[in-house]
Nanobody, 126 residues
Framework: QVQLVESGGGLVQAGGSLRLSCAASERTLHGYTVGWFRQAPGKEREFVATLRLNSQYAYYADSVKGRFTISRDNAKKTVYLQMDSLKPEDTAVYYC???????????????????WGQGTQVTVSS
């Protein structure tokens, strides 16, 4: 079981930026896929972005493509989500998730991830 801890959320004005961090307890994340999901009030949790750590292939939801960037720091066992040009509709609790058994066809499915963080709130004001 991998322990994941998110940080970096907060309140920002529309057009601003935030960087979320997901720190893992695992000795190594080799072979893992680490993703970000979000859940807005009254809505279902949705896929945001994910990164295959071995290949560094990244995948994004259409709603964030070109604005968000997922990256990693192997030494710190941390995955980041850089969020630029934020919009009020990006307001949500953001969750980090990880798995070492995700197949490509399931990358955007939350059921494919078996390790989850506690979430961090992102609020974008208009």
């Amino acid at each position: 079981q991998v322990q994941l801890v998110e940080s970096g959320g907060g309140l920002v004005q529309a057009g601003g930026s935030l960087r979320l961090s997901c720190a893992a307890s695992e000795r190594t994340l080799h072979g893992y896929t680490v993703g970000w999901f979000r859940q807005a009030p009254g809505k279902e949790r949705e896929f945001v972005a994910t990164l295959r750590l071995n290949s560094q292939y990244a995948y994004y939801a259409d709603s964030v493509k070109g604005r968000f960037t997922i990256s990693r720091d192997n030494a710190k066992k941390t995955v980041y989500l850089q969020m630029d040009s934020l919009k009020p509709e990006d307001t949500a609790v953001y969750y980090c998730a990880a798995s070492n058994t995700v197949i490509t066809s399931s990358l955007r499915s939350q059921s494919a991830y078996n390790n989850w963080g506690q979430g961090t709130q992102v609020t974008v004001s208009s």
